[in-house]
C-alpha cells in the first residue's frame, strides 16, 4: 500500500469518526437548549401575574414567595428548559444567565424553608430580598426575543369550486354508496 493510499484511508476513517462522535458531544451541551417562543400574550400574563404577586407580597411574604418560585420555574419550563427537576432546570439556566441564576437559587431556596418562627420583621426583610434577587431572571426569561415574534405560517388555501364559489364537499367510499 502506497503512503498516499494509507494517509487517505487514515483521513476517511477519522472523518467517519468525527460523524459519528460529534452528535454525543453536541447532545451533551447544556447551552444548546432550544429556546422555545414565547407569544407576547403569554409573555403579559407572565408579567401580570409577577406584579400581583409583587403587590400581594405586604399581606402575604410566604405566599408570594412561594408563588414567584412557582411562576419562575413554569416560565423557565415555558422557554424550554428542563421540567423534570428544579435541580437540571437550575443546571441550565445557569449556562445561559450566570449572572441571575443566583437570584433564583435564593428564591427557591428560601420558599422552600418559609416559616413563622423567625421574627416577623427578619423573615419578611430575608423574602423581600430573595424576591428582588430574582427579579432579573424573571426579566430575562420573559424578555421578547428575536424569535418570539415570528409571523405565523400562511394558512393553507382551501381549493374552491370556482363555479359555485363553494368548497366541494368530500366523498367517503364510492358514488354507489351514496
Request: aromatic share 4%; charged share 30%.
Amino acid at each position: 500500500m502506497s503512503t498516499v493510499t494509507l494517509i487517505i484511508l487514515l483521513a476517511a476513517l477519522a472523518a467517519m469518526a468525527g460523524l459519528v462522535i460529534a452528535p454525543s458531544v453536541r447532545q451533551g451541551r447544556k447551552g444548546e437548549l432550544p429556546v422555545r417562543s414565547l407569544p407576547s400574550e403569554a409573555r403579559e400574563r407572565y408579567a401580570a401575574r409577577w406584579a400581583g404577586l409583587q403587590e400581594r407580597f405586604v399581606d402575604s411574604p410566604g405566599w408570594a414567595l412561594r408563588e414567584a418560585d412557582r411562576l419562575l420555574g413554569a416560565l423557565a419550563v415555558d422557554r424550554g428548559y428542563p421540567a423534570e427537576s428544579t435541580e437540571k432546570r437550575m443546571s441550565a439556566l445557569s449556562v445561559r444567565h450566570p449572572e441571575e441564576i443566583d437570584g433564583y437559587r435564593r428564591l427557591h431556596a428560601m420558599a422552600a424553608r418559609v416559616n413563622d418562627n423567625e421574627p416577623a420583621e427578619t423573615a419578611t426583610e430575608r423574602m423581600r430580598e430573595a424576591l428582588v434577587a430574582a427579579r432579573p431572571l424573571f426579566e430575562q426569561l420573559v424578555r421578547a426575543q428575536p424569535h418570539d415574534e415570528r409571523p405565523l405560517p400562511p394558512p393553507v388555501p382551501r381549493r374552491r369550486d370556482h363555479r359555485r364559489g363553494r368548497i366541494p364537499r368530500q366523498r367517503l367510499g364510492s358514488a354507489a354508496d351514496h
